[in-house]
């Protein structure tokens, strides 16, 4: 099979690196184009990242020296209720190994829990408290929590490209921009059409185009839009030096309330990645920058602006082809679902290939026979359930003291709506062990959804109606051992 790949930001290059080392790939053509930039303000991970990059690439100490990574444990809500709150991440095998419950009941039964309990003297007690002290799990494969990653992005697609160049076999890489894609009448795509008037034909294409208006033109891509849900379509976002690295580099991403928006600080190994996500409607650029500069402590900062547009692709699946990244959609960046989405959809394209009915069929051109209609469910089950997480993080949060809060607090999105009617889960965890039962898939990331909910809104001492009689108890999260932070990473980049 030969696989065109275009675009080289962060999606199209991690996917152009997983297809190459794929059994069923003959070739791959990755086209990047000079007169696109990418963006590169992405920096935090969730966890099919590590299994996606480790797909093409085990060696971590590379990796971590040249993307300046950092370890992440998770997302720390600062000033979101009146005690902040680690969304971290879990392992939910511990739940029933250690205490022998479920994490679907658990979960559940946090709707009882009382008001006046802090939500990390019940789960992540230890893991909270070290993290404060900037320390991680020592060993994360033996222990209750697993971790990801912080990583500077315009290194890590620098080291995406450096991969990608030292597979020579099989693989030809273009610099050049993408001019016109030719589709025929049923709308496969014939060829692509290169400002040099090269000509690149292949058996199937991912457009990782970004977020450019002109790519959008050209493939034809057409968006549901969730500018009503989410408000916010800006970032401003700055490199920030360290001035005590030791004490600074902290294992998770802040997520910091702002007036009209949220402030993310991600340290990487040798700055700090910072950022305000705003609303262009409840506030201009430059009283977004002097907001920025005044929580920084220095009105020298000048950051760089970039605007978003919160929608998702009506057809992420095609006939020959499907989209990715920014180019597929985009939500906003608070708990990193831009990423998140793109790995989650790179792996879905492998287990289609690996189907040997779905690859028979694209490479004999029997689009036909290539039932879409799931795939393209299972992708707005994504987006969908991920905006419902971020809305109802602006919905219940304390602040109320700009319109910017009071207008999130009154968005009305149906998708959370029919979920807030019952936020009991009683669907278990489905295998995607085969292509026929997206049915099942698309249940469990709607679980896994209702699970981050219910988190968030116990985080908040928000209570609900549940059908359980169980009091939450404390996970006992003592049984890891913990290292520094700081020192792990030297230990990684042997400077100790």
Same mark, same amino acid.
């Not at 996606?52 to 300046?68: G, I, P, R, T, Y």
């Not at 692509?192 to 034809?220: M, P, V």
């Not at 490199?239 to 007036?259: F, L, Q, R």
């Not at 790995?343 to 492998?350: N, V, Y």
């Given at each position: ?7 080289? *930001?962060?999606? *199209? ?5 997983? &297809? ?56 720390? =809500? ?19 190994? %250690? ?28 893991? =909270? ?9 020592? @060993?994360?494969?033996?222990? &209750? ?10 290194? #890590?697609?620098? =080291? ?22 030719? &589709? ?7 060829? %692509? ?25 050209? &493939?034809?891509?057409? $968006? ?17 030096? $360290? ?16 007036? @009209? ?35 920084? *402590? ?11 547009? !919160? ?8 006939? /020959? #082809? ?10 906003? !960046? ?26 028979? /069929?694209?490479?004999?051109?029997? $689009? ?25 993080? $602006? ?8 319109? +910017?809060?009071?207008?999130?607090? @009154?968005?009305? +999105? ?10 009991? /889960? ?49 996970? @006992? ?8 932070? =700081? ?10």
């Amino acid at each position: 099979m030969h696989i065109c790949i275009i675009g080289d *930001g962060v999606a *199209g290059l991690m996917a152009a690196n997983f &297809f190459a080392f794929r059994e069923y790939v003959t070739k791959i053509t990755h086209i990047g184009s000079p007169k696109i930039p990418s963006i590169g303000v992405g920096e935090s991970t969730t966890l099919n990242f590590e299994g996606l990059h480790s797909a093409f690439d085990d060696d971590f100490e590379s990796f971590v020296k040249e993307s300046d990574a950092c370890v992440k444990v998770g997302v720390l =809500y600062s000033d979101w209720s009146e005690k902040e709150f680690l969304h971290h991440f879990k392992n939910p095998r511990v739940y029933q190994n %250690i205490h022998n419950i479920d994490s679907l009941e658990y979960s559940n039964s946090l709707g009882n829990k009382n008001k006046e309990t802090y939500i990390h003297d019940l789960i992540g007690n230890k893991l =909270y408290h070290d993290a404060k002290k900037n320390q991680i799990p020592r @060993n994360k494969s033996e222990t &209750f929590y697993l971790t990801s990653w912080h990583f500077d992005a315009g290194k #890590y697609i620098s =080291y995406l490209k450096k991969l990608l160049n030292n597979k020579k076999e099989g693989v030809e890489i273009v610099n050049d921009t993408v001019v016109e894609c030719k &589709f025929k009448q049923d709308g496969i795509i014939d060829f %692509i059409r290169l400002e040099s008037s090269k000509i690149i034909k292949a058996d199937y294409y991912i457009i990782a185009t970004g977020k450019s208006n002109q790519s959008s033109d050209i &493939f034809n891509l057409d $968006y549901n839009d969730l500018s009503d849900v989410l408000l916010t379509d800006k970032a401003l976002f700055y490199p920030k030096s $360290y001035t005590d690295k030791v004490k600074e580099i902290h294992p998770y991403t802040v997520a910091k309330t702002m007036k @009209n928006g949220w402030r993310w600080i991600t340290p990487t190994w040798s700055r700090i990645g910072t950022g305000y996500v705003f609303s262009s409607k409840h506030i201009s650029v430059d009283e977004a920058i002097r907001e920025f500069q005044e929580d920084i *402590g220095d009105d020298t900062v000048i950051p760089n602006v970039v605007e978003f547009h !919160p929608r998702y692709c009506k057809k992420t699946f095609n006939k /020959n #082809y499907m989209t990715l990244g920014m180019c597929n959609g985009f939500l906003e !960046p608070l708990d990193a679902p831009g990423l998140s989405i793109s790995c989650a959809l790179t792996m879905t394209l492998d287990s289609l290939f690996n189907n040997q009915q779905y690859l028979f /069929n694209i490479l004999h051109e029997k $689009y036909e026979e290539c039932d879409n209609e799931p795939l393209n469910q299972f992708t707005h089950e994504m987006y969908k359930g991920l905006a419902a997480f971020i809305l109802t993080q $602006y919905k219940t949060c304390h602040r109320t003291d700009t319109q +910017f809060w009071i207008d999130h607090k @009154n968005v009305e +999105f149906e998708y959370l709506s029919n979920l807030m009617e019952d936020l009991n /889960n009683t669907v278990p965890k489905s295998r995607m062990c085969g292509l026929d039962d997206f049915d099942a898939i698309i249940k469990t990331v709607k679980r896994d959804v209702i699970m981050m909910i219910q988190q968030t809104i116990a985080s908040k001492n928000i209570q609900w109606k549940t059908k359980t009689d169980l009091t939450p108890f404390k996970l @006992n999260d003592s049984n890891y051992e913990s290292i520094g932070h =700081y020192e792990i990473l030297q230990m990684i980049r042997r400077e100790i």
